[in-house]
């Protein structure tokens, strides 16, 4: 792949304002598929998960999913949108193999929820409203493995298997409206965007909203722009690209980073933007041409025959309306204060897009700022070594284990990074690892005490010194204690030793 | 004939509901019948052709277990042991259904459809598959890709279709009762040219699930039969909500077969308002039909109902509405057709893509009729084109319905003869696809609207001597209403005649034929 041109950034917003578009793509953890009884559990034995009906055999037919109807209704309201007392799913045909049908079943002129819109939160505490013009229900297709090729794209591959277990997973596609004053801060605002959605979801407890699983995924449009002089009139719109594959909330900020870099350098250099899907890569940064996408693509959408209209009562709505949980600023303000996090503090996990995880982490019994700690520390630090989101490193209920460990004064911080650095790599829960990798701090005062009487005895002079009542001397017994522990020793319980056994 | 072959002519002569009383009454037994038939059918099919898979262990196996359970005392369904005839739309676990194309060749569904589940779970015995148009696409059945099938009445005739099987099946006595489907008059055009009856419930009145979907908007399934009683009978053990067809009503139904035995002893139609539809008869129908409508018509009158003319200007556009919303709708229901989960796989020389393996198995397994129909509603939902096809169709698609309201409001069933011909003959109209749409232009405006509609025979012909059906619609919802009326005229019909119609068709057995032939000599 030929690196692209890319312009600075900073020279790439003197001279154009970026404009953005979001389309993400939830996946409801219904308990059963969109239109089927199929379970809706993607994974497991390929084409296990599967009816007639998510096979598009002959004569099967589609039944809407109430749950998933509650759901998407529940996420129209969370994002501030009307819902239509009566909304319509539609064909929108073409011919793909990881399409049973050919046509998938979704909705188009007649969406569930539209007109809302969402406050976002960039790094600087800004607020910054995001008008969503629709969600809508549709059916997720299944999967498409490339065999024998290179790189595991069509292109180049021998054959292609199917896996529909995917096939049928409902989905809620939330499209905004353009979105314009984003400047400088556009890759940011994507990122806090995302992360808003994906709070959302949780707090609604509709989706595992996990990006790297492909619960959440967004496709981010963005063009470019011209500035004008003042009091000339502004520019047209860009043709804007859509980027696909953005599989974190880190690659969200760089793809669109990367995209605002490369148009402005297309545009500058006297070319044209091609309207087409970009793939994101995740390992390059960088995105490639996908196939060009015009606006005259001719799905031939006509009303789904084999459905009725979506219908919810206006006391299923209100139902689901006073169920709604606090909508995520009012939420932040709220967690905020329980934790006692001080602003900078609290700014710094809003930004680290890990409120979530400290949530959960807090729910399985650590306290906040030990949360806190491990996720924006050490966690943290791992996952931008590795360029992935943190999240999906290691789980809550691992990480509450962990300091529930330190806090037991079983581990040692320094023990317990290690123990996390094990937990990470997949050697299992935080107690498994300090088992398997011998961890855990000596609390056995035998053979601390073994160890400090041979080291006061190999120094006789620091002993003078401490029975002289100079404590401080206490810390080259301590060190040398720690050493000949291989450091699994509780370096405070050392001090007390070492001072009990030199007087005594 | 032996007196054995006696006994087993006169077993496929009986009606459903006379054979299900000798079978409860346990004068015959299900293998009796069945093998009955089964004769029949291997006697005569190979003229006929209405089966494309006939599954004579099965049914025979099906019968024994039912003579088993009756044995031991079991109280049976109303129609247990009594065997049928299936359209091969309807996908059935133990039998191929092809929907006759090539494209399904072979292909055994893993699943029952709802109704031939019901038709299961009430003991009745599924004796095989019968012929139609490829994918329910025709009105004579010549478009199945398994060759045609031929009307009883005349083997150089159509049956009609898309269900030309079932109807032939029924009427060449190979089988007591059979299921269609109908879109655009597939149950009740062929009963009409082939003598039988043939009933289009209110859409939504029987599940849709797994019956090949042709136009889903319109498809509905429903009975083939020889008597209106039969059909009943039939409709009460198919019909009914079902959860997995988000289209079926879940109204609770009256029994319709109550509804024909009130009609067949009640005879007096005093009260009853009949509305003769102008658009749906007179010029281009062919004389002999319109003659025997008439005198339908005066037999209704001397029953005592009220017979008047309606007008319903909207049923003109009829046609060209349904030649629009059809292929739209076949157009993506038929994309699932492409080879890579199950049916015809065509891998042209050399490999090549998945588009390459989906276009040539999708040329190598639709026939002709299919592929223009595809074309056409490809283009009436393609951009720019919608509004003026799709969308003017369903706009006439209302009026339709906004005519059927209005005259409902006055009369309480409408008639029209079923079909403006009587059979044609094979091959006719195959090289003019208008003329063999026209053929649907009386029964296509009960899909539109959704009512239900029957056909039953009102005679023959003076000038061809082949069957003319008379056609009753109704309310949605009505149903009821449609067995009562029909199962009068019918019994009014055949008090006159003496007998019944298709008493008169010609007997195809071989030993007849050889026997006519020689009376010839």
């Known amino acids: 792949m030929a690196k692209a041109e890319l312009m600075d950034y900073d020279r790439a917003l003197e001279l154009f304002e970026p404009v953005l578009g979001f389309e993400v793509h939830v996946e409801l953890n219904t308990k059963t598929k969109m239109f089927s009884d199929a379970p809706n559990f993607f994974g497991g034995e390929p084409n296990t998960n599967v009816t007639p009906v998510d096979l598009g055999l002959p004569g099967s037919l589609p039944v809407v999913n109430e749950q998933a109807v509650k759901y998407s209704i529940s996420l129209g309201l969370a994002l501030g949108c009307s819902i239509a007392p009566s909304s319509r799913f539609a064909r929108k045909n073409y011919f793909y193999?990881?399409?049973?049908?050919?046509?998938?079943?979704?909705?188009?002129?007649?969406?569930?929820?539209?007109?809302?819109?969402?406050?976002?939160?960039l790094p600087d505490g800004r607020l910054f409203t995001v008008p969503i013009e629709r969600a809508h229900m549709e059916e997720d297709a299944g999967k498409l493995t490339h065999v024998g090729g290179a790189t595991g794209r069509i292109q180049g591959a021998e054959y292609s298997l199917v896996d529909y277990n995917r096939a049928g997973v409902p989905l809620v596609e939330i499209v905004t409206d353009i979105i314009y004053g984003a400047e400088y801060d556009a890759p940011e605002l994507a990122k806090a965007y995302v992360s808003t959605i994906r709070d959302i979801v949780v707090s609604l407890g509709i989706s595992d909203a996990k990006m790297e699983r492909g619960n959440l995924r967004c496709d981010a449009?963005?063009?470019?722009?011209?500035?004008?002089?003042?009091?000339?009139?502004?520019?047209?719109?860009?043709?804007?690209?859509?980027?696909?594959?953005?599989?974190?909330?880190?690659?969200?900020?760089?793809?669109?980073r990367y995209e605002i870099q490369r148009q402005a350098a297309i545009l500058e250099g006297g070319g044209t933007i091609i309207q087409e899907t970009r793939h994101w890569h995740e390992d390059t940064g960088q995105t490639s041409a996908g196939r060009p996408k015009s606006d005259a693509d001719d799905y031939r959408y006509f009303p789904e025959p084999d459905l009725l209209p979506v219908e919810p009562s206006a006391e299923l709505i209100e139902e689901l309306r006073a169920a709604l949980p606090e909508a995520p600023a009012i939420r932040r303000r709220r967690l905020k204060a329980d934790w006692g996090f001080t602003d900078l503090e609290f700014q710094d996990v809003v930004n680290s897009?890990?409120?979530?995880?400290?949530?959960?982490?807090?729910?399985?019994?650590?306290?906040?700022?030990?949360?806190?700690?491990?996720?924006?520390?050490?966690?943290?630090r791992v996952a931008n070594a590795r360029g992935v989101d943190a999240s999906t490193l290691v789980s809550p209920l691992h990480v509450s284990e962990l300091v529930a460990l330190v806090d037991a004064g079983t581990l040692t911080d320094r023990l317990a990074r290690q123990v996390l650095e094990g937990v990470i790599e997949g050697e299992g829960t935080p107690d498994e690892v300090v088992a398997s990798r011998g961890l855990a701090v000596v609390s056995d005062d035998g053979a601390l005490i073994a160890a400090i009487d041979d080291a006061l005895a190999s120094q006789p002079d620091v002993l003078a010194k401490i029975r002289d009542g100079k404590v401080q001397a206490a810390g080259a017994v301590i060190g040398a204690v720690m050493k000949a522990m291989k450091g699994q020793a509780d370096a405070a319980r050392v001090r007390e030793l070492v001072l009990e056994r030199a007087n005594a | 004939m032996s007196p054995e072959a006696t006994r087993q002519h006169d077993l496929t002569r009986l009606s459903a509901a006379d054979l299900a009383s000798k079978l409860a009454s346990r004068e015959v037994s299900s293998l009796e019948v069945t093998d009955a038939h089964l004769d029949r059918i291997h006697a005569v099919d190979s003229d006929v052709h209405a089966f494309l898979h006939v599954a004579a262990e099965g049914a025979r196996a099906a019968?024994?277990?039912?003579?088993?359970?009756?044995?031991?005392?079991?109280?049976?369904?109303?129609?247990?042991?009594?065997?049928?005839?299936?359209?091969?739309?309807?996908?059935?676990?133990?039998?191929?259904?092809?929907?006759?194309?090539?494209?399904?060749?072979?292909?055994v569904p893993p699943y029952d459809a709802t109704v031939v589940r019901k038709l299961r779970d009430a003991d009745l015995i599924p004796l095989g598959k019968t012929n139609m148009d490829e994918f329910a696409m025709g009105s004579s059945t010549e478009h199945s890709a398994y060759g045609p099938t031929h009307n009883p009445w005349d083997l150089d005739r159509i049956p009609g279709g898309s269900g030309g099987g079932s109807a032939a099946a029924v009427a060449a006595f190979e089988a007591p009762l059979?299921?269609?489907?109908?879109?655009?008059?597939?149950?009740?055009?062929?009963?009409?040219?082939?003598?039988?009856?043939?009933?289009?419930?209110?859409?939504?009145?029987?599940?849709?699930?797994?019956?090949?979907?042709?136009?889903?908007?319109?498809?509905?399934?429903?009975?083939?039969?020889?008597?209106?009683?039969?059909?009943?009978?039939?409709?009460?053990?198919?019909?009914g909500h079902d959860p997995r067809d988000s289209t079926s009503l879940k109204d609770a139904w009256p029994s319709f077969a109550s509804a024909a035995r009130a009609g067949q002893?009640?005879?007096?139609?005093?009260?009853?308002?009949?509305?003769?539809?102008k658009e749906l008869g007179g010029d281009g129908f062919q004389a002999g039909v319109t003659q025997r409508f008439q005198e339908a018509l005066e037999l209704l009158t001397s029953a005592g109902a009220e017979v008047v003319e309606v007008s319903t200007p909207s049923f003109e556009y009829a046609i060209a509405a349904y030649y629009l919303i059809l292929p739209a709708e076949?157009?993506?229901?038929?994309?699932?057709?492409?080879?890579?989960?199950?049916?015809?796989?065509?891998?042209?020389?050399?490999?090549?893509?998945?588009?390459?393996?989906?276009?040539?198995?999708?040329?190598?397994?639709?026939?002709?009729?299919?592929?223009?129909?595809?074309?056409?509603?490809?283009?009436?939902?393609?951009?720019?084109?919608?509004?003026?096809?799709?969308?003017?169709?369903?706009?006439?698609?209302?009026?339709?319905?906004?005519?059927?309201?209005?005259?409902?409001?006055?009369?309480?069933?409408?008639?029209s003869p079923s079909a403006p011909t009587t059979a044609f003959k094979l091959g006719e109209k195959l090289d003019d696809p208008l003329s063999m749409y026209l053929n649907d232009l009386t029964t296509i405006p009960a899909n539109l609207a959704g009512v239900p509609g029957i056909s039953l025979p009102v005679g023959l012909a003076p000038e061809d001597g082949l069957p003319v059906g008379i056609q009753f619609m109704a309310p949605a919802r009505e149903d009821a209403r449609l067995y009562s009326v029909g199962a009068t005229l019918e019994t009014l019909l055949e008090d006159r005649w003496g007998h019944t119609l298709l008493s008169q068709a010609p007997d195809l057995a071989p030993q007849e034929m050889f026997a006519s032939e020689e009376g010839a000599v």
Not at chain 2, 374 to 397: E, F, H, M, N, P
């Open chain 1, 97 to 121: 193999p990881d399409l049973a049908k050919n046509y998938q079943i979704s909705q188009f002129d007649e969406p569930i929820a539209f007109g809302g819109s969402v406050e976002v939160e």
């Open chain 1, 221 to 256: 449009n963005i063009s470019l722009r011209r500035r004008t002089a003042p009091g000339e009139p502004p520019a047209k719109l860009g043709t804007r690209t859509e980027t696909k594959n953005v599989n974190s909330l880190r690659s969200v900020e760089r793809a669109i």
């Open chain 1, 353 to 380: 897009g890990l409120l979530n995880e400290i949530i959960e982490t807090t729910a399985a019994g650590a306290s906040a700022q030990s949360a806190r700690k491990w996720w924006t520390g050490e966690i943290a």
């Open chain 2, 63 to 107: 019968a024994r277990a039912v003579d088993a359970r009756r044995a031991a005392g079991e109280t049976l369904g109303t129609l247990a042991g009594v065997p049928i005839a299936i359209k091969d739309v309807l996908c059935t676990l133990d039998m191929p259904s092809t929907a006759g194309s090539k494209i399904l060749q072979g292909w």
């Open chain 2, 330 to 415: 076949a157009s993506s229901n038929l994309a699932k057709f492409d080879s890579v989960r199950f049916g015809l796989r065509i891998n042209p020389t050399g490999g090549g893509t998945v588009e390459d393996v989906m276009s040539a198995t999708r040329e190598a397994g639709f026939g002709p009729e299919v592929k223009r129909r595809i074309i056409l509603g490809t283009y009436a939902l393609s951009a720019g084109y919608y509004d003026a096809y799709y969308g003017s169709a369903q706009k006439v698609r209302t009026l339709i319905q906004r005519d059927f309201a209005r005259v409902f409001a006055d009369v309480d069933v409408l008639v």
């Open chain 2, 178 to 239: 059979a299921l269609g489907s109908d879109t655009g008059g597939s149950i009740r055009q062929p009963a009409a040219v082939t003598g039988s009856v043939g009933m289009k419930p209110t859409y939504g009145g029987v599940s849709r699930y797994g019956a090949i979907a042709l136009a889903s908007s319109l498809d509905q399934v429903g009975p083939v039969s020889r008597t209106v009683l039969d059909a009943a009978l039939l409709h009460d053990v198919i019909g």
């Open chain 2, 265 to 277: 002893q009640n005879l007096s139609l005093k009260g009853l308002k009949i509305g003769v539809v």
